[in-house]
């Protein structure tokens, strides 16, 4: 009788365990999507298939292709934002690889020149955010607001942007990438709902240089 009171006992708890670690696992997303109604939706069908978001080139559907550009004098730069306790990332102008630094689609306007500086970060569950880690250094993108500030510090000089719109897209939209030379602006892009294994949407923050 003892043994199969303990064994119940352990039974229960170990579904309990489970209920736990699913909520853990759940909880961001369904929140994400309790949430999203702030952001301008333009979505696409969901993806049928789990993808390799550590490369940046499998951000897009297939009809797109990353541009080559000629080697820059700056290849790297860095890029803060107070807001998300992200202080001096390092962005890489062109490449593949999210897991080692955030990426500057190539193509886009270098930092403080008129256009769009299209910035690519990863993101996984929000609960396991590290700034420090290029892996999870966008996690936590949608927290966001409007009048943010980013700090962009490219080639010895420093810009100040302020989020002015965050909106959500689809992989194949590709207007992110569009160039609106009226002024400078930086496009921050991650995959959402953090943590979803297939990553139906792209989260688009975008911010406006503002004078000092």
């Known amino acids: 009788m003892r043994t199969g009171f303990y064994q119940r006992i352990i039974g229960g708890a170990g579904i309990a365990l489970g209920i736990l670690v699913l909520g853990?696992?759940?909880?961001?997303?369904?929140?994400y999507e309790l949430e999203a109604s702030r952001f301008t939706s333009y979505l696409s069908p969901v993806p049928k298939k789990e993808i390799d978001f550590t490369r940046l080139s499998n951000w897009f559907s297939e009809d797109v292709v990353t541009e080559t550009v000629s080697p820059l004098l700056v290849d790297h730069y860095t890029i803060s934002i107070p807001s998300l306790g992200i202080k001096d990332a390092?962005?890489?102008?062109g490449g593949e690889d999210l897991s080692k630094s955030l990426i500057q689609?190539?193509?886009?306007?270098?930092p403080g020149k008129p256009?769009?500086?299209?910035?690519?970060?990863h993101s996984i569950l929000p609960q396991f955010y590290n700034p420090d880690d290029y892996m999870t250094i966008f996690s936590t993108l949608p927290t966001m607001e409007i009048g943010?500030?980013?700090q962009v510090f490219y080639d010895g000089a420093k810009y100040y942007y302020k989020v002015e719109d965050m909106f959500e897209v689809s992989p194949n939209d590709i207007q992110v990438l569009e160039q609106n030379l009226s002024d400078s602006f930086v496009t921050l892009v991650t995959c959402t709902p953090p943590g979803h294994p297939l990553r139906p949407k792209r989260l688009i923050v975008r911010a406006r240089v503002v004078s000092i």
């Open 148 to 150: 943010d500030e980013i």
């Open 115 to 121: 256009g769009n500086s299209v910035i690519f970060g």
């Open 90 to 93: 390092s962005v890489a102008i």
């Open 105 to 110: 689609y190539p193509g886009t306007a270098l």
């Open 24 to 31: 853990y696992i759940l909880l961001p997303i369904i929140t």
